[in-house]
DNA sequence: CTGTTAGCGCCTTCAC
DNA sequence: GTGAAGGCGCTAACAG
């Protein structure tokens, strides 16, 4: 026989109840049915007779049931929590995109953790090992670059993943993100046929960021096609707008000032147009000033800024849903979304 | 007899092994030990005799062993997850707030869940009672002011939790913020003391955000104290460049302007110190501007932005340094932290 | 539509 | 210093 029939005291083990918190069996007592029936009737309420149910949510109003998802998870796998992976939390770029897949996690009852990786793709490589250790519901992380692990082990999980910021197509499973050398080669383009000829790419953060760099290598390799050759001024640090103010300064003392710079972000390109205004150079007539981002700052310089913009917030949302409607089954159609750009046209170029 | 012992085999079941992960009886079988003393050699490595602790950690290399943390924190309760709720994500003094808990708490080994309340406390109480059951080993949340049930629940179930933003001497348990109306009378006694008589406050999202209405009462309160009245402009929108282009249209085209306008936030500050250069509008001679954030922006403003900066990644660093060492055991002095301020005087003011 | 049974992976208690 | 047994709270599989 069980020895759990036999009418013993279980030998006085008072296991630890986290808090005292009310669970699904006390909900089930109160309700005079069995646990399996009250966690059918909050998973599958359809499964279960109204009156039962109605039972069932009474009990759980007057004792304040609130589900252990731990519990949850370890007994079917799928937590409702989407672990984020991004480089950085200080970069505007990645807290915009953040904020839309948390509204739209949120929205639809997942709980988001977010975990960054300081653009360390070892470091994102442990993370991702740490995080599925919470048996998440699936994951989205940045990038279409990881270490080989990394993707092998995501997709022997088997649950969605969906990659951000890039937009290529070798993903893991689900990617939205735009094409850093589209971006780069329309700009090239744009300054071209506004008639600048001698220009300057400036960064920051580079070495780190590669799709900065790859905007980069798109402006180059088209402008190469138009046979004009652009420098590169690269800022080993973060963006700030002290860079883009070094920046405006290091290129106006060059031997032969270009009469262009793009800068791989709106924040360089803003320390560099207050730059200029404090120094009286004028924009754009004595030198065009555009970025990247499209951040709302940008309307309201002296000139304004001319920028190419990012539905980052979109991305965010789209990268979420994504994710959501796999999780209800569904089979999103394209798995590899390009959310695209659009260039601001204001008055610095 | 318990039906275990009867050799057949479990009938076919086969249950969910989430992707096939190494579990610790894997390791323990690979090790030659029994699942516990794997255990113990990951969680208390000084309980394991060196010679196991060896074949153990080789174990867990050959494997590939990771953690499951959700059984783990069925099992012991204390998942290393902390929640962190804030008002809103799209706010930067939340954002770098954040960074600064994330980046502690990574740095200890801490995943961060991150939710948004939008300013709802329901939403907030709401919200606390899911992530709770995550069973987190601790919780971090905004403010002082909640509802009643959350105070409760949160205390009684016994588990360290900070609250950040906001200075006072009622928190459930430990707290890091500063004191708005302090904030406020500061700032009034500065522009008192520059020679400023007509003050007006211009805020927005003030209904939600309450934080930005103490420092309001603070600045009304103190400039009373010298027989002085202030006006306050209410812009019900979030925070924009736009409102506070807008606020300073507004105040220049009161009956008697002010000859000093003090703004809830930085980017407001920004949106009214670009208009006022557009219009030729002289500061801080015709109207002096000042700001709440210490944005590095303002720096690079002409005129320079005066603000009053408040440390908010040191915030986030210390409200995560808190909880760390409270489940460390350590209990740390004091428990309520005023982060304070610091004024950043420049040229607009 | 509802209940029984077993177990997710780990850790706590107790025993040696 | 190591091991055996049981259970954390919930749900999948099977049975009725």
Redesign the interface.
């Known amino acids: 026989?069980?020895?759990r029939s036999s009418g013993n005291e279980p030998r006085g083990r008072k296991r630890?109840r986290?808090?005292?918190?009310v669970t699904l069996s006390d909900v089930a007592r109160e309700a005079g049915v069995a646990p399996i029936t009250v966690s059918r009737a909050l998973n599958t309420p359809q499964r279960v007779s109204d009156r039962v149910r109605a039972r069932i949510d009474a009990a759980v109003e007057t004792l304040g049931y609130?589900?252990?998802?731990?519990?949850g998870?370890?007994a079917?796998?799928g937590?409702r929590?989407i672990?984020v992976i991004v480089p950085s939390?200080?970069i505007l770029t990645f807290?915009?995109v953040?904020?839309g897949i948390?509204?739209t996690l949120?929205r639809a009852g997942y709980?988001?953790?977010?975990?960054?990786t300081d653009f360390d793709l070892d470091r994102e490589a442990q993370l991702v090992?740490?995080?599925?250790?919470?048996?998440p519901s699936g994951v989205i992380l940045t990038g279409l670059r990881h270490r080989p692990a990394v993707g092998e082990r995501l997709r022997?999980?088997?649950?969605p993943v969906v990659e951000i910021m890039e937009h290529g197509d070798n993903c893991i499973d689900m990617s939205v993100g735009v094409d850093g050398h589209a971006l780069g080669r329309f700009m090239a383009d744009y300054l071209v046929g506004r008639g600048y000829r001698r220009m300057l790419f400036a960064g920051s953060n580079m070495e780190r960021d590669y799709r900065a760099r790859q905007r980069w290598e798109g402006f180059r390799d088209q402008l190469a096609t138009h046979a004009l050759k652009a420098d590169l001024l690269e800022y080993a640090e973060a963006a700030?707008?002290?860079v883009g103010?070094e920046a405006l300064d290091a290129a106006l003392a060059l031997p032969e000032p270009p009469d262009a710079i793009h800068f791989s972000n709106d924040i360089l390109a803003?320390?560099a147009l207050?730059?200029a205004?404090?120094r009286g150079v004028k924009v754009p007539q004595q030198i065009a000033i555009t970025g990247y981002l499209g951040l709302?700052?940008g309307?309201?310089?002296?000139p304004s800024l001319t920028t190419l913009s990012v539905a980052r917030t979109q991305m965010g949302v789209e990268a979420a849903s994504m994710l959501l409607a796999r999780l209800d089954g569904e089979q999103p159609e394209p798995v590899q979304r390009d959310i695209g750009y659009a260039l601001i046209e204001r008055g610095s170029a």
Chains 1, 2 share one sequence.
């Open positions: 026989m069980d020895d630890h986290a808090g005292g918190r609130v589900p252990n998802l731990i519990a998870g370890l079917s796998a937590t929590v672990p939390l200080s807290i915009e953040v904020h948390q509204q949120e709980q988001m953790l977010l975990a960054s090992n740490t995080v599925l250790g919470y048996s022997e999980w088997g649950r700030s707008y002290r103010v803003t320390g207050l730059e205004q404090r709302e700052l309307e309201f310089l002296n």
